[in-house]
């Protein structure tokens, strides 16, 4: 099983990233799909999860301006970030579990799969 993350970079505060995750070695439709960051010197974060399905939950710090969602059909997963500001600068991981439970899924420890992370640079 394994994920890969893409679409990070850097873009100005107010403006839009779209990050990818795709996901292979399993029928990942029956997987919850998160997102999570990590910025330097923090811990990493819970940031956006997608069940089954299709139940979506944001964390507080970006809900209103992302977007998770996925594509069954292609094992993929997307985080649509708009009104980005410099407080989200991070690298961005996404993660795969069979889990259903939301209390659990808003926790990086109760992920299996994790991609390799994609960095976001956000500038004032």
């Known amino acids: 099983v394994q994920l890969q993350a893409s679409g990070g970079g850097m873009v100005q505060a107010g403006g839009s990233l779209r990050l990818s995750c795709a996901a292979s070695?399993?029928?990942?439709?029956?997987?919850?799909r998160g997102w999570f960051r990590q910025a330097p010197g923090k811990e990493r974060e819970f940031v956006a999860v997608?069940?089954?399905?299709?139940?979506?939950y944001y964390a507080n710090s970006v809900k209103g301006r992302f977007t998770i969602s996925r594509d069954n059909a292609r094992n993929m997963v997307y985080l649509q970030m708009d009104s980005l500001k410099p407080e989200d600068t991070a690298v961005y991981y996404c993660?795969?579990?069979?889990?259903?439970?939301?209390?659990?899924?808003?926790?990086?420890?109760?992920?299996?799969?994790w991609g390799q992370g994609t960095l976001v640079t956000v500038s004032s």
């Open positions: 070695g399993d029928t990942f439709s029956k997987y919850t």
């Open positions: 993660a795969a579990d069979q889990g259903v439970i939301l209390s659990s899924m808003t926790m990086r420890d109760q992920y299996d799969y």
């Open positions: 997608i069940f089954r399905n299709a139940g979506t």
